[in-house]
């Protein structure tokens, strides 16, 4: 399917290995990206390409559209770039999250470290 010339197939192909996060699809992606400018296919790749678990794609996708923008139509290259904002901004929030969820952890641990530390001083007297 990565070789078909059918628009629809190839959008349908390239979120599926995507969303798979399979890193072979990578280059395709993007020159399906810019060999065709319609916000129907544009939009969701370049989501898909934000939020794949493959290697680099994040990287291609924020390359990929700084070298291109002007290729697609205004409002398509508006919504793109609050697409990817977006997708910046959860990505951050979930990093923090997840320091907040091991410092939590950590703290719980020293927490409870302590407690038995007492409990076995206080045995011990």
């Not at 192909?13 to 916000?39: E, N, P, Y």
């Not at 994040?58 to 290259?77: M, S, V, W």
């Amino acid at each position: 399917l990565t070789s078909k010339k059918n628009s629809e197939l190839r959008f349908k192909w390239c979120k599926l290995c995507l969303k798979s996060g399979r890193t072979q699809i990578l280059r395709t992606v993007a020159d399906f990206l810019v060999s065709q400018g319609r916000m129907k296919f544009t939009r969701p790749l370049y989501r898909c390409l934000m939020d794949t678990p493959a290697a680099g794609g994040q990287e291609l996708a924020l390359g990929t559209f700084a070298a291109n923008k002007d290729i697609y139509h205004p409002i398509c290259r508006k919504m793109v770039a609050s697409d990817m904002a977006k997708a910046m901004d959860r990505k951050k929030e979930a990093a923090s999250s997840e320091e907040y969820r091991a410092g939590l952890s950590f703290g719980l641990g020293v927490a409870a470290a302590v407690a038995v530390v007492a409990l076995v001083a206080k045995a011990r007297s």
